[in-house]
């Protein structure tokens, strides 16, 4: 036999050493990735897993929070910990707002897309105040900030009744007047386009600038976010046929539930 097979014999793996919360987080994800622990699969139990592993029950409490930091696993009291579901409604930004589609459905574009996606969309206006706008908000509605008011709507956006989203939409007082826009949480049959259509300001262009960071305390707690979990932000402008813009919509959006599907012509 030669020296080298002799070597390769003789050869002994490498020792493991990744901490061992590590290694059984890594393993319980590699499971969800394979699909062996699939969406509302409960998990081994902290006794369960220290056993498997011959580890203290800190440690695989350890594990679960890693995987819990990274929003594949979510703990429900009294019950246990269970893999998330991964069933993120797509933001079709190329199509959501075409008059067609509202004007064949008479549904915003958030119920045609969580409706078109097989799941039950719900919306609730909180508010409809008058107020200064945000920095950002007057800049891109070409106001000053510290003399010009503007109407803020805010809007929650439910599927299957888990919250999705939070908008808040700010219109220029001069375009929404004394409108339903100013006055109503309910804005009928197409909801926002067409009352803005109405008023002479059919939406022919948005500009919308996506970001992502990390949730804010309140925020976690009123979109009921996960530990670990982002959220998106949209900000959203949208323009009439002149190439005016006549409102702004600052969506917050969760970033386990939620992703964006963009489809754009190329310029030259």
């Excluded at 891109?140 to 599927?159: F, G, K």
């Excluded at 959203?236 to 919509?249: M, S």
Aim: proline residues 7%.
């Amino acid at each position: 036999m030669s020296q080298r097979r002799v070597e390769q014999l003789t050869e002994r793996p490498e020792p493991d050493k990744r901490p061992a919360s590590r290694r059984i987080a890594d393993d319980l994800r590699a499971a969800i990735d394979r699909g062996e622990l699939r969406a509302d699969a409960r998990l081994p139990s902290e006794r369960e897993l220290s056993m498997t592993y011959g580890t203290a029950r800190n440690t695989a409490r350890e594990a679960i929070s890693i995987l819990q930091s990274e929003g594949l696993v979510v703990a429900q009291h009294g019950r246990g910990v269970f893999v998330r579901k991964r069933w993120p409604l797509i933001r079709l930004g190329a199509s959501r707002y075409s008059r067609r589609l509202r004007q064949e459905t008479g549904l915003s574009p958030f119920r045609i897309e969580v409706s078109r996606q097989g799941r039950a969309p719900r919306t609730e206006c909180r508010s409809v105040t008058r107020e200064r706008p945000p920095l950002d908000v007057a800049d891109r509605l070409s106001l000053d900030p510290a003399t010009s008011e503007v109407v803020r709507r805010e809007n929650w956006y439910y599927a299957d009744e888990e919250p999705v989203q939070l908008g808040v939409t700010y219109i220029p007082v001069d375009i929404a007047g004394d409108s339903v826009l100013a006055t109503e949480k309910t804005l009928g049959t197409g909801s926002i386009y067409a009352r803005f259509e109405d008023l002479g300001y059919p939406i022919a262009r948005i500009r919308e600038e996506v970001s992502a960071r990390m949730p804010s305390t309140d925020e976690s707690a009123r979109l009921a976010v996960p530990p670990g979990v982002p959220i998106i932000e949209v900000l959203h402008t949208g323009y009439d046929a002149e190439g005016r813009p006549f409102e702004v919509t600052r969506f917050t959006m969760r970033g386990d539930l939620n992703g964006l599907d963009y489809e754009m012509p190329i310029e030259d």
